[in-house]
């Protein structure tokens, strides 16, 4: 039986896993599947990142961009999110944070990828 659970979650997708992870209500646990996501998404940002700028002649101005994109999440999410998550109790606040950095780091990714299918 319990080869057969291992198995389950060798099979699933790491991103569903990543997902369903999120609610199962422990916060360190939660904590832990947000800084997974968030490494997913950074790897996924730096391949976007790297697909867009070799194909460019605006290198600089993609690069500066992408620079003053980074300052704006570190800033929202490390700054007033954090600030606001303060008031939680133990480790949600990371959490939170954590995640305000997945989900700005999610949405860049997505809007890179429009710029490349254009």
């Known amino acids: 039986m319990k080869k057969s659970i291992y198995l389950v979650f060798l099979l ?15 916060v ?16 996924d940002l730096n391949e976007i990142y790297q697909k867009i700028y070799t194909s460019t002649q605006y290198k600089n101005e993609f690069e500066q961009s992408q620079k003053a994109w980074l300052v704006y999440r570190d800033k929202q999410c490390n700054g007033y999110i954090a ?36």
Not at 12 to 26: D, H, I, R
Not at 28 to 43: G, I, N, P, Q, V
Not at 86 to 111: M, N
């Open 12 to 26: 699933l997708p790491l991103n569903s896993y990543a997902e369903a992870c999120v609610s199962n209500g422990n």
């Open 83 to 118: 600030s606001e998550a303060s008031q939680s109790q133990g480790a949600g606040s990371d959490l939170i944070t954590k995640d305000c950095l997945v989900t700005l780091t999610k949405q860049r990714v997505d809007y890179l990828k429009t710029l490349v299918e254009k």
């Open 28 to 43: 360190y646990d939660d904590l832990s599947c947000a800084k997974h996501t968030l490494d997913k998404e950074k790897r």
